[in-house]
Nanobody, 117 residues
Framework: QVQLVESGGGLVQPGGSLRLSCAAS????????MGWYRQAPGKERELVATITRGGSRNYADSVKGRFTISRDIAKTMVYLQMNSLIPEDTAVYYC???????????WGQGTQVTVSS
């Protein structure tokens, strides 16, 4: 089992910044890809950004140039730096970790991000 705990959400004005953190613990030795997803009210959960153990990054088009994902392998942490936030970024953000063999998706409990003036 892998446990994921997110932190760093909150209320921010348009144009502001937030940094989300996710701490992984448990059976993490088979974890390769970690990332962030989000779900806005009435919408499906969508990918925001992912990063592999080797450092390869993938971003949703809607956040490219504004969000940066990073990972500290030693501390089993993954971060999401969010800049130039817009109201459309409002959602619950979930940390995700993918176990390689067998393939298992783990999720955190989510952290609310609200962008509003």
């Amino acid at each position: 089992q892998v446990q994921l705990v997110e932190s760093g959400g909150g209320l921010v004005q348009p144009g502001g910044s937030l940094r989300l953190s996710c701490a992984a613990s448990g059976s993490i030795f088979n974890i390769n890809t970690m990332g962030w997803y989000r779900q806005a009210p009435g919408k499906e959960r969508e990918l925001v950004a992912t990063i592999t153990r080797g450092g390869s990054r993938n971003y949703a088009d809607s956040v490219k140039g504004r969000f940066t994902i990073s990972r500290d392998i030693a501390k089993t942490m993954v971060y999401l730096q969010m800049n130039s936030l817009i109201p459309e970024d409002t959602a619950v953000y979930y940390c995700n970790a993918v176990n390689m063999i067998p393939t298992i998706n783990y999720w955190g409990q989510g952290t609310q991000v609200t962008v509003s003036s």
